[in-house]
């Protein structure tokens, strides 16, 4: 293969690729799910040292009961938090059952 | 241990679950992750999966990723190995085999019945990318359209450099022959006089 063969294909494969992939846009649900997902993660990892990502998660997912409201300020003592984590993976419907 | 690259200080942020460090880092890197997945599966929906598994492992991750570098070759290992790990499994899929096949043929977007010459082209150049071998394919993109040098894909696919020459070479003598029976070569060829 000559030089101009290889940069004649050298374009052509550049061309097609820019043309596959024109105007692509991450959309923006992507970050969204990623977003949720690290900070379900942090509450998970760490529950007891991320009060204000368990209560940015709760607004987040709609979370709202008389022991974290959705808006003023939310308690942070452990009791709030560890309710708020319930609630958060999804077990807080059984767990209510039984207090 | 060298100076901290500015990728590195937000690396430091996400090792203490800070969010805005991840969407700093998200918003700097997401279209090149975005279409280096698509241009290697051809899925969309793929492209959107992987690309959100990379950023959730960076973000999980953080505490193993080196802080004096930029986090983009790491990123790209992860999207291209998250990007063959699909295909495979989509191969190993019963009865699905064909429907990829077919899938990774297709192009990307439906074009007019009455193209543009170049158009066909470009297409027959995609089919013939989907045609090399997962290896080779993932050269190609990462050269020719995130346009990386050697030495970057030789780390981010952890191959020699000779082996990412090679297959590029490989590459190119594969298009030439596919072209060539398309009769596309010559027509480009003299384009270009």
Sequence with gaps: MNSRETQTIDDLIVQALQAQVKDVQPPSRIWRRVRRRAMTWCVCRKPESSPGLKVNLAAMFHVESPFFPSTGRIRNDSVTMRMLELRLVGRAESFFRFV | ?193
């Excluded at chain 2, 990774?104 to 158009?119: D, F, S």
């Design chain 2, 1 to 193: 241990m060298g100076i901290m690259h500015p990728d590195g200080r937000l690396v430091v942020r996400l090792r203490v679950g800070d969010i805005d460090a991840l969407g700093e880092l998200y918003e700097k890197y997401k279209t090149k992750i975005s279409r280096t997945a698509l241009a290697i599966t051809r899925d969309p929906g793929a492209a959107e999966d992987i690309s959100q598994e990379t950023f959730m492992r960076l973000f999980t991750h953080a505490e193993h990723i080196y802080t004096d570098v930029p986090v983009g070759p790491w990123l790209y290992r992860v999207a291209v190995n998250l990007s063959h790990t699909w295909i495979q499994r989509q191969r190993r899929r019963p009865g699905l085999l064909e429907e990829v096949l077919d899938r990774l043929m297709a192009p990307l977007h439906l074009v007019p019945e009455r193209m543009m010459e170049r158009k066909e082209i470009q297409e027959t150049v995609q089919q013939a990318i989907a045609n090399l071998p997962l290896t080779h394919r993932t050269v190609v993109v990462l050269f020719y359209l995130e346009s990386l040098s050697l030495k970057e894909i030789s780390d981010i696919l952890e191959i020699p450099e000779g082996t990412v020459k090679s297959r590029l070479h490989y590459a190119r003598k594969q298009l030439k022959g596919l072209l060539s029976e398309r009769r596309a070569v010559p027509e480009v060829v003299y384009e270009f006089t």
